[in-house]
């Protein structure tokens, strides 16, 4: 493009905003999606470090009350068992995403996954259903409507007031004078992203990447220009304003409002997935082929039994310089653990290929790509969340082997075997109350990054296809025009 | 009457060569069908997991009880299913079920523990929400009804043509009133048929069927008469859409938004992480206070089971579950205050939503249906219910009768799903 | 017969209106033609801005009257007070003998309105746009009956069952003439009938409406156009900034003078 159109296009763009100035409509718009978008930056922000604090908090109290606990059994620990807390991302102050709907702590115990609970949806309003004050939602699904309010006319009206014609005519092609109207609008979408970037790039004094913070504001920004494009091929397209009005609302609902519900719809139809009660039922068939750690004359540890007494080279069980019981204890949580996990992968890869058919839809929907997009690169998608599941498994495991671990080999086994005979007993089989320091700090934190990005590519292939059919129409409908 | 029917058939006629409010029209027959397709396929399949569960459950606890006889390892091991059947009219108003739980299997150890255990689907999807009746008459049917009336009068005022069709109509009703009845009408039954074929289906009864028809409709003539009246002296259809539209706006996000920030500053509700650690931290503490403090509070609970409370081993299950329920009984007040923050911000949110004509159309129907978080409450109570039944059953053979026999064990208390009706 | 306030005119006006505004001549007007429409001391005013101010006029049956003036004199309001959809301020506006506010229904259902740029639903082909308009009046016409009022306005044969999307102006003008005869209503509103007509348009429209004037119909039509309205009215009447300042009667079996309307028309406030 020359430098004389170039200046053309600014021309035009300056001529727009002229009209948004003087007119009430789009003055009162632009304010309110101001407004909007500014007061759900800040309140989200504060709401998120409110839980993030609280969260962190709760992990470390969590920690100190195990590790405060007395002498006691070791087993008796495994039982008091411990809690894991998924603390939010940086990111999720611009878009928190599942995390009010999936529980936000878990119990970690032997022997048994829990699942997360006290998902904060429940303790709700229920009024939040439509939409909530998230910067997530208000761009997704407002924005368009501001713009569409602001922008519906930006030919149309040129057309219907006969000065199009005129300006035709005046030699200003007809390209040109849609990429000033688009250039005026883009102005507005950048109006709409700064506080969402502003409030992004801090993220990164809190350890947020700048490779996150600039995959989110992008894909923001371009999900926006998928909007100017539609509304300036509906405007363009449109001899009236109020066609090019019912057009574009109609496409609104359709794609922001419509096609997210009957993308999840769709896919929990075309995906069923089996609840964890009814996997569990599965889970246990498996298990109690493997016996009861509880119960070492467990038949199914026969074969374990014969295996320590050759290994220690010994003639009963009596004489392992071992606590046996620890041992099986051990053992079958190791077995167990294995079950529980391969059944745990199973529903995640069953959720996870509902999620991707869900996710397909953002080829009809830009509004369905940004939302898969933003919750993956902030974070506070469904893999997150079956991260959190993963790394609190890790954590269950690793105490609970280590709390075995000292079974093995602190508490003596006539002791343990005897615990019940009287109190003094029960007093003897204990193990100091030093050993709970074996548990680990835990701290959350989400993928990396990179991983983040890489899987949000699919969102961004879709927004960039949307991208380039639009203009291509548009080039079309702009050749037209002149 | 010949008058009236002529009037009708004319607009009809002249609807049906208005090609975008066919489409219109046709879109939210399709949305509307979509809607209760898969509502029913929900509610079918909800009723076909509850089935599978039954068996399942059955023949899982019929095993435990094969292979254990005493009592406190039969309660260890056995769990119970408990269930909330989905109403007749669920398939129309799938509500919170997608967030709270319609299912949880118990034994008896301190509930506290395990109620808030929840197998809740795919949060992703939750999140995105899901297309049902309520939702497409809640918040898509205003739209509809927004972009085919906004227009009425100012499509024909810009046109040039509302003075004359003024001037011809024989009278005001025969034009405007025959118009708009007839695009009321028909975007009620394009919204409406394909309910009316899924109750038939479900099962729902008249009454239900009529009460839900006529919130519904009431709710679309607000719409309607809104459009119409706000669209009747303009001369911009735009402008009449986006004010409308703005309402919508307010209607639908902004009130509910604010409503909810303000009830969640309002109300404090306790930490739900709270209950479950003090019910965690009296259950474990109990290991080490002195056996007689636990059967001291427990028999002031059970004060029939006072002469059984001696115990001849360091260990005895009777013990053991005793102090269960003394960590229930300890995390209660929490457990409470938690439910009692829930059911104050519901009743707030009933306040607000006199504010929201869409939420309190939502309100209403997920009432009828028993799928809003009050049918999910009650839900939560008949477990608690049900695991103090199965106390009540157990307890004794634990004290006193020994191992239960085969007969007692099947006439043990079972889960009744009581459909719950909100009339 | 109510006695009308005498005209407001300039000092340099012709005999004729002099003639007019005295009440024998309207006396033997009222002799000539039954006066069906009476507009008598109407005032209309929109928040103390007067658009019309006293304005006398009557219309009769078989006459054809041109109420003339520029941009802004107030035809438009005239009309639409006629029609019913403006109160007058002040005085009162009659056609058949009712007032026009108080029947809305009754008035309506007599008068024929023509709108000035005659659109009717594009979508629909003339016949379907007639009979919607028709049955909107309540009034039954034969597809035959239709045809006839078709080849009464000239409108060409092949165009009936198309679009009027389609349509050239004209072509719109003449189905909105067709639907106004098939009222079969005695009295005519023309809102600026002939702008936008090519001449062959307007000779064809202008001896329309002399037929239809000499089967008994009341005619009343604004417009800016003096030759125009010269050509086809039996009377003119000059509005100005919402006042009545002359009324011109054409002669017997003859046309009233172009020259002398249009110099009236020309003077501005002298």
Redesign the interface.
Known sequence: MSINNLSKVVIVAKDEWRYWLRSK?AMT?LAIGLLLTLSSVV?TAITMHELSH?RHE?QSN?EQ?FVD??D?HPH?MV???H?A?RTPSPLSTLDP??DA???N?I?LEGHRQ??????D?????????????TPAFIVQT?AP?LLI?IG??SISRERESQTLSYLLAQGTSGTTLIVGKGLALLSVVGLIIAPLAVSALFTVSTGESLLAVTSFVVGYALYLTVWVLLILLASSVFSK??GS??AL??VW?LLC??M??????????AV???????T??AV?AELRKLGDGHNTNDPAFKQFKQSLLEKYNVNSIDELPVNFRGLVASESEAKQTDVLNQFAEQRMQA?LK??QV?RYFGWLSPMVAI?SLS?IVVGT??ET?HRFLRETEQLRFDFVQGLNKVHIEKLNYQDDMN?????A??QKARVSADNWQILQAFNFNVDSANIRAQRSVPAFLQLLLWIAVLVGGIKFVGKRLS | MNYLIKQFTREWGFLLRQK?VVV?LLCSLV?SG?AIY?GL??VS?QQQ?IE??KA?DQS?RANVQQKQNDAGMLAYYSFH?TYSQPSNLAFAALG?RD??PW???INLLALE?QI????????????????DFV?VIS??AP?VII?LFH?LF??ER?SGRHDLLVTTAKSYFALWGARITVRFVAVIVCLMLPFFVGAFIAGASAFEVGYVSLLCIAYLAFWAVLSVWLGKNAT????V??SL?GLW?LF??II??L???A??KAVH?P???DI??TQ??AV?DA??LPKSTTMNAFIKEYPALAPYVDMS???EWKWYYAFQQMGDLKAAELSQA?RD??AK??E??GT??WLSP??LL??SLTRVAST??VA?YNYEQQIRDYHQQLREFYYPWLFYKGDPTKTALKNMPRFESTTQTSK | MTTHQPVNHTSNNVSTIAEQSNNQNNDNKSANYKAIIEVDSLSFSIKNNAILKNLNFTVGSGEIYALLGGNGAGKSTTLKTLLGFNKPTQGSVRVAGKEVIKSLDFVRGKTAYLPESATLYPHLTARENIKYFLSLADINKTDEQINAAFKRVALQEGAWERPMQTYSKGMRQKTAIALAILREAPIFLLDEPTSGLDPVAIDEFNQLVRELALSGATILMVTHDVYGACQVANRIGLLRAGELVGEFDAPENGRIDTEQVHAAFAQRGA
């Open positions: 409509l718009v309140v609280a709760l969590a009350s606990q007395p006691r008796r039982h008091y068992g809690y807390f995403g599942i709907y999936t529980g702590s119990f829990n699942s997360a609970m006290f998902a949806q429940r303790q709700g309003t229920a009024l939040t259903k439509l939409g909530s004050l407002l409507l309010l519906y006319s304003n109020s009005f019912t609302a109609f609902i409002i419509v997210p519900r009957v993308a999840s719809t769709s896919a929990s139809t069923p997935s089996t609840g964890k009660i009814e569990d039922f246990k959720e509902q999620t869900s939302r919750m998608s469904i969340h615990r019940n005979a009287n109190a007993a029960t | 975008y219109l949305l979509f898969s396929s929900e399949a997991t599978r569960l399942a899982d299913l919170e967030i709270f299912k949880h299997r523990g808030y255990e929840s197998d809740a689907q795919n949060a992703e999807l939750a999140q995105a929400g899901k297309i939702f918040a898509l739209l972009l227009d100012v499509s810009t911009s259809a735009p402008r859409a986006s539209i706006v639908a996000f509910p938004i409503g909810d920030l009830i969640n509700a930490n739900g992480g479950v650690l965690r931290e474990n290991w080490d081993s360091e260990f938690y923050a829930a911000k519901y707030l949110a607000v939503s869409p939420l939502q309100r809003d978080s999910a």
